[in-house]
């Protein structure tokens, strides 16, 4: 049963915009930093972004400029804003918690992007 439940995923044409969700369906203990992963064809695993409890943001190179992550501490939730879509950021997208009793996964949600 997924402890995360990844939302927002599709089909866009390059240029165009999507916003992911991402919510916990059991509580937590701290939740130190959320983040998403992608994980393209052929290609291995890689941190898109990711956002501290005290709202400190990290994001790769290739997204930068382009992709915002949020996150509600209240809620345990995360979210990811991503503009100006590349055919190259199709793959599917995990929410990721680290937490005080380790680490946690959602399910993913492909994002396809058409050239």
């Known amino acids: 049963q997924a402890q995360l439940v990844e939302s927002g995923g599709g089909l866009v044409q390059a240029g165009g915009s999507l916003s992911l969700s991402c919510a916990a369906s059991r509580s937590f203990s701290v939740i130190t930093v959320m983040g998403w992963y992608r994980q393209g064809p052929g290609k291995e695993r890689e941190l898109v972004a990711s956002i501290t409890r005290g709202g400190s943001t990290n994001y790769e190179d290739s997204v930068k400029g382009r992709f915002t992550i949020s996150r509600d501490n209240a809620k345990n939730t995360v979210a990811l804003q991503m503009n100006s879509l590349k055919p190259e950021d199709t793959a599917v997208y995990y929410c990721?918690?680290?937490?005080?009793?380790?680490?946690?996964w959602g399910q993913g949600t492909q994002v396809t992007v058409s050239s």
């Open positions: 990721h918690f680290s937490t005080m009793g380790g680490d946690y």
